[in-house]
């Protein structure tokens, strides 16, 4: 069974970098797939923020892609995203997700449980 | 760029049928953008009810099915249960490794 597992501070302060980890279980990342972030601003709706696969090729979400980092480490089965110049509009809780491509695969699934950033001083 | 489009909100009785729809600001949705539907209740992860297209995730009800009505792809829930009463997002592939959100529907079920 496949599980993935959101880490890292949550508060950041104005200007700083935001930096999360993503620790998969159950699955090797170096078996394939695309794996992605999403997030949710309180109270709004959900945002790709983008996709990494494991040989490290990336896609970004072209609003955000300015200031995002996806990185894949396979020693540690585990993918990280950083966000810099984060402002109070970054504040949400930011979800990991397996993401598998091709005909008739494409999904965000399984999910983690997602972990709340909040962006203050 | 494109805009995902969704009903902000729908609301179905009990028993009843909804179909919620996720279109393009311009154009129109095929199955080559592979839609996607998700259920998300307050305060929990979203969970993947169908993909590209049609296909029902392991363990969805079969009163949840996926289709393209006209020009937009839709999420049919027959029969609709009280605990249905969630957020629904879509999710499009747009090309070049680009996918999209819808903004959501609350669907209410009274």
């Known amino acids: 069974q496949v599980q993935l597992q959101e880490s890292g501070p949550g508060l950041v302060k104005p200007s700083e970098t935001l930096s999360l980890t993503c620790a998969v279980s159950?699955?090797?990342?170096?078996?394939?797939?695309?794996w992605g972030w999403i997030r949710q601003p309180p109270g709004q709706g959900l945002e790709w923020i983008g996709d990494?696969?494991?040989?490290?090729?990336?896609f970004y979400n072209p609003s955000l892609k300015s200031r995002v980092t996806i990185s894949v480490d396979t020693s540690k089965n585990q993918f990280s995203l950083k966000m810099n110049s984060v402002t109070a509009a970054d504040t949400a809780v930011y979800y990991c997700?397996?993401?598998?491509w091709g005909p008739g695969s494409f999904r965000f699934d399984p999910w983690g449980q997602g972990t709340l950033v909040t962006v203050s001083s | 760029q494109t805009v995902v489009t969704q009903e902000p909100s729908f609301s179905v009785s009990p028993g009843g049928t909804v179909t919620l729809t996720c279109g393009l600001s311009s154009g129109s949705v095929s199955t080559s953008y592979y839609p996607s539907w998700y259920q998300q209740t307050p305060g929990q992860a979203p969970r993947t009810l169908i993909y590209s297209t049609y296909t029902r995730s392991s363990g969805v009800p079969d009163r949840f099915s996926g289709s393209i009505l006209g020009n937009k792809a839709a999420l049919t829930i027959t029969g609709a249960q009280a605990d249905d009463e969630s957020d629904y997002y879509c999710?499009?592939?747009?090309?070049?490794?680009?996918?999209?959100f819808g903004g959501g529907t609350k669907l209410t079920v009274l």
């Open positions: 159950g699955y090797s990342i170096s078996s394939g797939h695309y």
């Open positions: 999710v499009l592939y747009m090309g070049s490794g680009i996918s999209v």
């Open positions: 997700a397996r993401h598998p």
């Open positions: 990494i696969y494991h040989s490290g090729n990336t």
